[in-house]
């Protein structure tokens, strides 16, 4: 049953390989995404210039950078940047457990949303595991503020994201959105908004080695009054549904998905990564919570039931 969310744990339903290029290495890359077992979470497996490979879980301890993208090490060398494109597909479809092998360290662009990896989820579907699905309930706000911006984590049953941005340009200037995250409103409104640059950044950024492989066919590009990719814009507001995207796949680094709702305004990855780190750092303000089988749910367990998982990952098809 493709897409079918429920109160137990999914991984993919066949392996799905894909090809493309890092944003920033400019670099071309393999990527395979594989089932695996319940409560594996979900892991890369780095095979670049290492015939074993090293694992790195996608755990917000193993992250290693924040600038522009998010980047997980082990901290003996190796490591996966941009994962947060693809950690949002898996995360937004209700994906709980895949190995992702990488013959690089960066996960390839595609075109810059979440689209390719979303379709190509959708095509093998998911299979539901044994393992009951565990969520991170979060039991009290946490607040990370830096400057003018901030992100806030509060308690939510569900998963529920509030995010604006705000931009000194006319083309950009102030967008918001506020939307529940599940598999659907994850595929209609977030998963093709493309990551987007500033054209008089671009020699900086290239000069820093950074956005090496950015091109009209991965980035919007743009400059204060227009974008420059000759297809124009997939949504008015596309900059703040990206921005929605990243957190996302940030935030997926809880390890399990969150019931919570996340707000923040002039945020990015720092900042995400700040606001998880600081409510995983408080035992006071979680506790991972398991989803019960859908023929308990009427007895209403007021804490844990299954309206939690249904709330958050209802029963999806499309
Ligand atoms: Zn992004």
Known sequence: MKGFIGARQTTLGSEISLTGTGV?????????????DGDTGLRFLLSNGNADGTEIAADQRWVTGVTLCTVLGDGNGASVATVEHLLAALRGLGVDNALIEI?????????????????????????????????????????????????????????????????DTPLIGTQRIDIDINPGSFRRELARARTFGFMKDVAKLWSAGYALGASFANTLVVTEDR????????????????????????????????????????????????????????????RVVEASEPARRTRGHADVGAGLAAAAYGPEMS
């Open 103 to 167: 013959d690089s360290s960066e996960v390839p662009i595609m075109d810059g949303s979440a689209s390719r990896f979303v379709e190509a989820i959708d095509e093998v579907g998911l299979a539901e595991l044994d393992s009951p699905r565990r969520f991170l309930k979060v039991l009290k706000k946490i607040r990370v503020e830096d400057g003018g911006a901030f992100g806030e984590l509060t308690p939510h049953n569900g998963f529920h994201l509030d995010v604006e941005i705000d931009f």
């Open 24 to 36: 920033h290495s400019g670099a071309p890359v393999s990527i395979a995404l594989c089932p695996a």
């Open 227 to 286: 974008v420059l990719n000759p297809e124009g814009l997939r949504f008015a507001d596309e900059f703040v549904r990206h921005k929605i995207l990243d957190a996302i796949g940030d935030l997926a680094l809880a390890g399990q998905p969150l019931l919570a709702a996340y707000r923040t305004i002039r945020g990015g990855h720092k900042l995400n990564h700040a606001v998880l780190s600081a409510l995983m750092a408080d035992p006071s303000a979680w």
